[in-house]
């Protein structure tokens, strides 16, 4: 059985083949249809089109040259009206013109003829195998949209809900925010969430603070002028004007100079810049969100960050979580990852069974989600875990989170309940619905446990 069976199901495409041959037609239609459950033939461009309108086609087989109009002329009229078919074209002749008209239709793949059948369910394979984890990646992404409301932002961890709850009271206000966590735990998903739930019209627009050289970080906040030094041979608007209407994330603000440390705290309080080499300022509507990996109070006590900016920023402060603090997310986390990277790398996703789980949770994850996003690309690479992460962890895992063999099913259903509600810390509300189960269910089990345990 080829691998997009394996992995997707038969049943879940269709097929369109148009060409004028009848040998191809029969031949084509006769080894798909023992592969795919839905597959029709067409012989002109004119037939093609009646069966489409009849029925939606993953997949369009098409012969270039075809009576009346044209494989490619028929493409062309149909390209915006199509529901994201893919197309396959088979030609007995080479054509430069069709070929870069092709490709800018979009056209997966060129099946020159005559072809051996191998080649062509390879392609057509391959070609079903991409749109599947398309399929998958789409329906992911919905599904995380309504179930955690931020995009990027996964977990069921009290962590996770009480942050997104948070952002949900705060993106609306104007005020400045300032998020602080470790390397990789994620402050930019927050930043870019608060801009997405705050409705603001402009643009999310990030900058790393301490990418930009202390000589031209002022010119690349504010602007300049013509002139305005040496080299500056056109004006040039800064970040702040481009972020006007919208959001500005400072990334890493620990890293800013103090001289541009003060001009930042008077566009905070103002709501104006001055260009570098301008007599005037410049109104702007913008909404500041800052996150650092540092210790700002310690920066301030030690002359490295400016006081009035510190306290300016500190309107409110957001704590995003360290992985190792949240490991409850890391399965969630690894199967978001999985498919949305599976899609991107055109590879199918990799299973992580029990052991792998276990093998990840016992990791501290240094860093954190970005790190853990990383672990899974490699993951897919391989077609497996990587070895690094096996020898890193079998020293470190703490068996007591796996079941012994001799264990009875009831055995392994309290242990791990009991797990969840830990993990939870005792919300049992949350438990209930990471577990699957009525949160009556949950509380008749844990009394029905803890009587025996007073029993014994």
Not at 350 to 370: C, K, M, T
């Amino acid at each position: 059985m080829n691998e997009i069976n394996k992995y997707n199901g038969k049943e879940k495409f269709s097929i369109l083949i148009v060409d004028d041959e009848l040998g191809i037609q029969d031949f084509l239609h006769r080894a798909l249809s023992k592969i795919y459950t839905v597959v029709e033939v067409a012989g002109s461009a004119e037939e093609a089109e009646v069966l489409r309108m009849e029925c939606h086609f993953d997949l369009l087989i098409i012969d270039i040259s075809l009576p009346g109009i044209s494989g490619v002329e028929w493409l062309e009229s149909i390209t915006n009206q199509i529901d994201h078919s893919d197309v396959i074209f088979m030609t007995a002749f080479s054509n430069i013109d069709n070929t870069i008209q092709a490709l800018r239709l979009g056209v997966f793949d060129f099946i020159q003829k005559p072809f051996r059948l191998e080649e062509m369910i390879l392609s057509v394979e391959r070609c079903l195998e991409r749109r599947a984890l398309e399929r998958e990646n789409f329906v992911l992404r919905h599904q995380v949209n309504r179930l955690y409301s931020f995009e990027g932002m996964i977990g069921n961890s009290p962590q996770v809900q009480d942050m997104c709850q948070l952002i949900k009271r705060v993106a609306a206000t104007p005020s400045v925010i300032l998020i602080e966590g470790e390397s990789g735990s994620g402050k930019e998903l927050v930043a870019n969430a608060i801009h997405n739930e705050s409705k603001r019209s402009g643009p999310f627009v990030p900058v790393n603070c301490g990418a930009i050289s202390s000589e031209l970080i002022e010119s690349e906040f504010f602007g300049h002028k013509k002139g305005a030094f040496t080299g500056a041979e056109y004006a040039h608007k800064g970040l702040f004007s481009y972020a006007d209407g919208g959001t500005l994330f400072l990334d890493e603000i620990g890293e800013m100079p103090l001289s541009t440390q003060a001009k930042l705290l008077r566009v905070l309080e103002e709501g104006r810049i001055r260009p570098v080499g301008s007599e005037s300022e410049i109104l702007v509507n913008v909404r500041v969100v800052a996150a650092t990996n540092r210790n700002l109070k310690e920066d301030v006590q030690n002359g490295l960050f400016r006081e009035d900016l510190f306290y300016r920023l500190n309107v409110l402060t957001l704590h995003v979580t360290p992985l190792r603090e949240r490991k409850q997310d890391i399965v969630l986390l690894v199967q978001y990852y999985s498919k949305l990277l599976a899609a991107q790398l055109s590879l199918p996703p990799v299973p992580f069974n029990h052991s792998d789980i276990q093998l990840l949770e016992a990791y501290d994850w240094p860093g954190n989600v970005r790190e853990l996003k990383n672990m899974v690309e490699r993951c897919i690479l391989l077609g497996r875990l990587p070895d690094e992460m096996l020898i890193t962890n079998n020293d470190r895992l703490d068996k007591s989170i796996g079941y012994p063999d001799s264990w009875s099913m009831d055995e392994v259903e309290q242990a791990h309940i009991i797990k969840v509600v830990n993990n939870m810390k005792g919300n049992k509300n949350q438990a209930s619905k990471l577990l699957g189960i009525s949160r009556k269910t949950l509380g008749r089990k844990l009394h029905a446990w803890a009587d025996n345990q007073a029993d014994d």
